[in-house]
Every structure is written in structure tokens, then in C-alpha cells.
């Protein structure tokens, strides 16, 4: 009898999902962390870091789309977009999507999930590498924000691992302030923030550093099937409180400008527009 080889995530001590593995693609301790990517006999090609479910090919595009279309159609003219993380390729490529992106600038920590990504999760990233608007920086986020110029940024995405270990300089009131500072007048800037159901100090936290520097600090949801725990936080910072308001009709003409509508498998106006109508479980952890 074969014996299955399984890979199970380690995110939480006591809960967690696992993947019956078809074939090991690569395993690899990179300076930053360890990586694996893997064949799963369900979700297709999978990347691991440090034993945390990063991406799967079969159900990236919540997250991708949720975490791109959100702040650029929201925001209406986006040219400048800097993309912190990200490294499996996936966010660039959506943001390279809307033709009125002149720069996409990436800076990802870890040379080697770039690396590995373009050789196994190019169904992911396509063609984004090699686009020309496209600017890939291997380095650390918060020393690129740090340096950038004040207004040189009309979005920043912020597509990192967990507070813990090199993520969780992003997490914080310096890097903040910085994107504040980078961020033009009607600049946005969205993260990742973990599922409230299981993290919601990073929610609490992330928000509240957030809403010190910006007029409108808050969250939207995705139902990610492999972030496991129910609805996934993303969050949301805007030194325009009207952005989270604009009607589904309104993004929906914006999308069709923006080349979007049509492309999408979970992204709509609608689904936009709802997106920031918060179960009580979760907009409790909010500050105000
Ligand atoms: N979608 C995933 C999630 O929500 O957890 C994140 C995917 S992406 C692979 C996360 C990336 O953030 C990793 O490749 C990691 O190397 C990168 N990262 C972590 N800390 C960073 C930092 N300080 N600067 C730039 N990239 C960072």
C-alpha cells in the first residue's frame, strides 16, 4: 500500500489544514525563511513559507483580485502603484492588468520565492515579470519606504507574510507614517491582515497603527478557501474617507475603462461594494 506523503500547515499549534502532496517541487531554506512548493493532488501547485500556506493556484485569484481591483478602482486614477511582498508574482500581474498603470514598482525581501515562483507558479504571474511598467526590487519594504519621495505613490499593496520575523517591520507606526508620507493626496494603501476568526490582534493592531496616520482606517473581507478560519481580513487605509463608498454602479463603469470587467472569477462591483460591510465579529475589532 503507497504510503501518502502529506503536508500539513503549522500557522496555528492546535488547528490546521493539510494537502496530500502529488510531488515535491522544490524545498529550499532561503536566507529569510524556509520554502516549499509542492503538486497537491487538490489545489494544484502550492507555496509554503515557513510552514504557512502562502498560495495555491486554485484559489489565488480571491485573494489577488480582492487585494488589487479593491484599491485601484476605488481610487479611480491609479499611475504609480508600489507593491511591498508579493512575491509569488500574483499581485503584479493583476495590477499590470489595469491599462492605466504607468509603474508598478515590487519590492520583495526574498530573492529566492521570485526565483522559484517564476520556474514553478508562472500560471500565477504569467507575463508580469517581464513587463515593461514593471519594476522588481529585491529588498526590504521598509527601507524602500523609507527612502521613496513624498507623493510618489497613488497606491501601495502590501502583500507580506505574517507579523512574525521579516513581515513584521511592515506591521508597523514607522512603516505607516512612511506610506503616508509617500502616498499622494488621494493615495491608498491595503494589506493583508490575517483572519479575524483566528488573528484578530493583528486586525486590532495593524488597524489602529493605521488610523494614526490616515482619515479613514478600516478593513474589507474575502472568503479565501485556503487562508483558513473564515473570512479573511484585508486592510484599509485612505486619507479619503469617501473611497469605501463609492457605488457599485460607479465601479463597475471603472472597470470597464480599467479593461477588468470580464476578467474576474470572484471580483465584482457588487461583491466590491459589499466587501466593507463587516460582521459584528470582525468590526468589533476596529478602533472608534
Ligand atoms: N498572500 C500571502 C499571505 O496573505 O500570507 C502572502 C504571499 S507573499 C509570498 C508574502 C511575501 O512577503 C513573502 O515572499 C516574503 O518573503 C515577503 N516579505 C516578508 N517580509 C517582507 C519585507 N519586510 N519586505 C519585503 N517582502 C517581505
Not at 153 to 167: F, L, M, N, Q, R
Not at 189 to 212: H, I, T, Y
Request: hydrophobic share 45%; charged share 20%.
Amino acid at each position: 500500500m503507497t504510503t501518502d506523503e502529506w503536508i500539513n500547515e503549522t500557522l496555528y499549534p492546535d488547528w490546521g489544514q493539510r494537502f496530500r502532496v502529488k510531488r515535491e517541487l522544490a524545498r529550499v531554506r532561503s536566507k529569510f525563511q524556509d520554502i516549499v512548493v509542492f503538486e497537491s493532488f487538490s489545489h494544484g501547485r502550492v507555496m509554503v513559507l515557513d510552514g504557512v500556506v502562502q498560495i495555491t493556484e486554485a484559489d489565488e485569484f480571491v485573494y489577488q483580485e480582492m487585494l488589487v481591483h479593491v484599491p485601484l478602482l476605488a481610487h479611480g486614477d491609479v499611475r504609480n502603484v508600489l507593491i511591498i511582498g508579493a512575491g509569488d508574482g500574483g499581485v503584479l500581474a493583476r495590477v499590470l492588468q489595469h491599462c492605466g498603470v504607468e509603474r508598478a514598482v515590487m519590492v520583495e525581501i526574498d530573492g529566492d520565492v521570485i526565483a522559484l515562483s517564476k520556474q514553478f507558479l508562472g500560471s500565477i504571474s504569467g507575463s508580469a515579470w517581464s513587463d515593461p511598467r514593471a519594476e522588481v526590487i529585491v529588498g526590504d519594504g521598509i527601507a524602500h519606504v523609507r527612502q521613496a519621495p513624498d507623493a510618489s505613490y497613488d497606491a501601495i499593496i502590501v502583500d507580506s507574510t505574517d507579523p512574525v520575523g521579516v513581515g513584521e517591520v511592515l506591521f508597523t507606526e514607522e512603516f505607516y507614517e512612511n506610506c503616508a508620507r509617500i502616498l499622494t493626496p488621494t493615495g491608498v494603501v491595503v494589506n493583508q491582515c490575517g483572519v479575524p476568526s483566528m488573528q484578530a490582534e493583528e486586525l486590532r493592531d495593524s488597524a489602529r497603527r493605521r488610523g494614526k496616520f490616515f482619515a479613514h482606517s478600516t478593513v474589507y473581507v474575502a472568503a479565501v478557501p485556503t487562508y483558513v478560519g473564515g473570512l479573511m481580513a484585508l486592510g484599509w487605509a485612505a486619507k479619503d474617507a469617501t473611497l469605501t463608498k463609492i457605488s457599485a454602479a460607479e465601479i463597475r463603469v471603472r472597470a470597464g475603462a480599467a479593461s477588468i470587467l470580464g476578467t474576474t472569477q470572484y471580483w465584482t462591483p457588487e461583491i466590491h461594494a459589499g466587501a466593507f460591510n463587516l460582521p459584528p465579529y470582525i468590526a468589533r475589532h476596529l478602533p472608534g
